[in-house]
């Protein structure tokens, strides 16, 4: 009996791969009700609703074992192309979150922390734009 | 799949495999057998003892940095640890009734817990096959209890399917399983799989499919005694008089194909969470506990390592009172084990190479959110029959995880009332502890009605907000594997690093144990070979 189920146990490993992978659970059409994307709209919802879970209210920043960058009055806000670069590309420890922006998201929240907090960058980033650095 | 093999032993063989019923219980009596590999863990390390008076300094008592410590004391080496925390562990953390969390941003949370009564906001989960940290668990006498992923008779909820009512999981795979059976049956008797199924395999096929979909003798997947003994009767079957059992009607296949909620049912099936899984009695955190009580005054808390510098003499970090800034301090070795998450080590002045430098900062970590909630009563027990496991939604608070201890008991529960990570996670962070746990309020209420009225109070914590790793764990990409993890991993001259994000199992506690012990035979290698 032990040498017929070892026989079975080598039969089935050749066929694991296989199994392994369909048993993998594959990415559900829907994987929460919203699809993976943020759902607000417009740069001060945005910072609100994404951005200060690390940069906090008031993009003021925050000190642990390591840190996020307060982004208000922050001189590096000064070429819009850094900050939509950091947005969209990640650095160290900031993740990138491209793939959970549109365009018109990622250019509204732009121009918002640019204008606030301290910071008076008044030239506008599009979402045209956005498109091209993808 | 060839005609190679003989055909009568494959025949034997296919036929046993229908004997033992089905593919799962096949795979996993491979795993118990030992015929799928588990961690690169393979016993107890054995270091010889290094010249006198040899020195490592590690950086972050979690799991990476103690099991480092309690190996290299053990082999003979002077071993100090600096951790950021006021107590060890780490991410191998529980919190309890009455202690006070504190994320960044100084949003501050008081644990209103019953005695007894605690959430895992780290990892809550030990694999059979994590044999490294389960070796640890035992060593350190922490008393284990079997932890229950899969509940058949938990729900699958999706907001936009069957009206947002919840089936049960067992409801929901008997019934895919059942129609996908019944589909391959008809197809083979049509001929539809004659180029792929030789004519004798065939009437096994059928066999099996019956056997695995619980068909009835028609091969069909219908009402009937067979589908419910799988997915439950309408009216369960008793003893004495008035005890006959009445079938349940099974989804219709386009209804259930619709409803996407067959994307939850290979939650089990993943290597990771199949039974048996075990979790510590009394929490997680007992194994970061146990760990600390045993290296005792090796580890000095509340130092916040500010710069780390190695020569050819030896490595000094230069840290300072994490609680109370200060006076910057020193210490010093003639080596270290780094296990400082990278999100918080690129932030480090530290000279080693540039490949090592690329590597730690182009590793991001995860959003990821828990939230823990105490109930006054455990109505999933009482009133829906749910003991342990989970409840798959897909509303932003993804799981409901039921308490895996206390069974039974008259007295409070808390359910995990969110396990989130991407999207949703990184929202949440983003909100006030007290809004994260009045959404998971909110969405669980949409299963179970009774949560509003037994709610009493709760505790979120979002990984992103997190001081002392600014994120859950390492977020790998496989091009980021392939061109910075070996840099990562390398010895750079006396430095060499540790953790789950040093390991090919992230964000599992076995990977921190597997990357401590492979740092340290090699280092200890360099030490021996001096």
Not at chain 2, 216 to 227: I, P, Q, R
Not at chain 2, 242 to 261: C, G, Y
Request: glycine share 12%.
């Amino acid at each position: 009996m032990r040498k017929q189920l070892f026989a079975v146990l080598a039969f089935l490993s050749l066929t694991v791969p296989a199994l392994a992978d369909t048993a993998a659970p594959a990415p559900p059409p829907r994987p929460n009700a919203r699809g993976g994307k943020f759902p607000m709209q417009g740069g001060q919802a945005i910072y609100e609703g994404v951005c200060q879970g690390c940069h906090m209210p008031g993009a003021v920043g925050a000190v642990g074992a390591g840190a996020y960058p307060a982004l208000a009055s922050n001189a590096k806000l000064e070429v819009a192309g850094y900050p939509v670069g950091v947005i969209m590309n990640g650095q160290k420890a900031m993740p990138a979150l491209g793939p959970y922006f549109s365009d018109t998201q990622i250019a509204d929240v732009v121009n918002y922390i640019r204008t606030h907090f301290g910071n008076n960058y008044t030239d506008k980033v599009t979402a045209a734009e956005i498109k091209m650095m993808r | 799949m060839t005609d190679q093999t003989p055909a009568p032993s494959r025949r034997s063989l296919l036929s046993m495999i229908g004997v033992v019923a089905g593919s799962a219980a096949m795979y996993h009596a491979m795993t118990e057998l030992g015929y799928a590999e588990g961690s690169t863990f393979t016993g107890p390390i054995k270091l010889s003892q290094p010249p006198p008076g040899t020195s490592v300094l590690i950086l972050g008592a979690g799991v990476a940095g103690m099991v480092a410590a309690l190996e290299l004391r053990d082999a003979g080496y002077k071993v100090q640890l600096l951790e950021y925390n006021g107590r060890p562990g780490g991410r191998n953390w529980s919190l309890y009734g009455g202690d006070t969390y504190t994320e960044l941003g100084g949003f501050s949370q008081t644990v209103g817990f019953d005695p007894g009564q605690y959430i895992n906001p780290g990892p809550w989960r030990l694999p059979y096959h994590h044999q490294g940290i389960l070796h640890y668990v035992n060593r350190l006498g922490v008393a284990l209890e079997p932890f229950t992923q899969v509940n058949f008779n938990a729900y699958v909820h999706y907001t936009d399917a069957f009206g947002g009512k919840p089936k049960r999981y067992r409801e929901v795979q008997a019934d895919m399983h059942g129609h996908v059976a019944e589909l391959l049956a008809k197809s083979t008797k049509q001929g539809a799989l004659n180029k792929a199924v030789t004519k004798q395999d065939r009437e096994i096929l059928l066999a099996a499919l019956k056997n695995w979909g619980a068909l009835n003798a028609n091969y069909e997947y219908a009402k009937g005694l067979e589908s419910s003994n799988r997915r439950g009767y309408a009216v369960d079957p008793g003893g004495g008089l008035n005890s006959v059992p009445v079938p349940s009607e099974p989804m219709a296949m386009s209804d259930l194909l619709k409803s996407s909620l067959w994307a939850a049912i290979g939650a089990g099936c993943n290597y990771e969470m199949q039974s048996s899984i075990f979790q510590p009695k009394g929490g997680m955190g007992m194994i970061g506990k146990a760990f600390g009580k045993e290296l005792g005054p090796l580890i000095q808390y509340n130092s916040k390592v500010i710069d780390i510098h190695q020569d050819e003499k030896g490595v000094t970090a230069t840290y300072i009172d994490s609680r109370t800034g200060g006076e910057k301090r020193t210490a010093t070795a003639d080596w270290c084990v780094c296990t400082i998450p990278a999100s918080v080590l690129s932030q480090i002045p530290m000279n080693v190479g540039d490949p090592m430098k690329a590597a730690i900062n182009q590793l991001p970590y995860q959003a990821a959110l828990k939230v823990g909630l105490q109930m006054k009563r455990r109505f999933w027990e009482q009133d829906d029959k749910i003991y342990g496991g989970h409840t798959y939604t897909n509303q932003p608070n993804s799981i409901i995880g039921y308490p895996m201890w206390d069974y039974f008991s008259k007295g409070k529960g808390v359910l995990l009332g969110a396990y989130v990570f991407g999207e949703p996670a990184f929202v949440a962070a983003a909100k006030p502890p007290e809004e994260r746990i009045r959404d998971a309020v909110e969405y669980g209420s949409k299963i179970h009605p009774q949560y509003k009225r037994e709610f009493e109070c709760g505790v979120a914590v979002a990984w992103h907000r997190v001081p002392f790793t600014l994120g859950c764990a390492g977020a790998w990409t496989d091009a980021g594997r392939a061109e910075h993890y070996d840099n990562l991993c390398a010895l750079d001259g006396r430095i060499i690093l540790a953790g789950e994000h040093a390991s090919r199992i992230p964000a599992w506690q076995e990977g921190a144990v597997t990357s401590a012990l492979d740092a340290i035979t090699r280092l200890h290698k360099r030490v021996m070979s001096a």
